[in-house]
């Protein structure tokens, strides 16, 4: 019943700037970790940041200092708020989520739908 949805994606000149959204909705005890992936064509899906429930947060080499992830605990969403991008940017971006449903249930990896981004002049 869990779900993640993302939003946000679309085309973008190098050298911009977009803002990827996640919610999570449905049943919902806890939320653990948040993390955006990506995935290019050709290529397996990475990591591109994480960020867990008390604030810890680590990203990819090939997007620190132009990339930020953050969350709203109160909204269950998490961003992605991207700048300087670049082509090799370009991929589908997928939001995961370790989520709880019930207190007396166990948890669940979550994979929203994908978004994607596209960096081209």
């Known amino acids: 019943q869990v779900q993640l949805v993302e939003s946000g994606g679309g085309l973008v000149q190098p050298g911009g700037s977009v803002r990827l959204s996640c919610a999570a909705s449905g049943s919902i005890f806890s939320i653990n970790h948040m993390a955006w992936y990506r995935q290019a064509p050709g290529k397996q899906r990475e990591l591109v940041a994480v960020?867990?429930?008390?604030?810890?947060?680590n990203y990819a080499d090939s997007v620190k200092g132009r990339f930020t992830i953050s969350r709203d605990n109160a909204k269950n969403t998490v961003y992605l708020q991207m700048n300087g991008l670049k082509p090799e940017d370009t991929a589908v971006y997928y939001c995961?989520?370790?989520?709880?449903?019930?207190?007396?249930?166990?948890?669940?990896?979550?994979w929203g739908q994908g978004t994607q981004v596209t960096v081209s002049s």
């Open positions: 960020i867990t429930s008390d604030g810890s947060i």
């Open positions: 995961n989520a370790d989520i709880r449903p019930t207190a007396l249930f166990k948890w669940y990896n979550s």
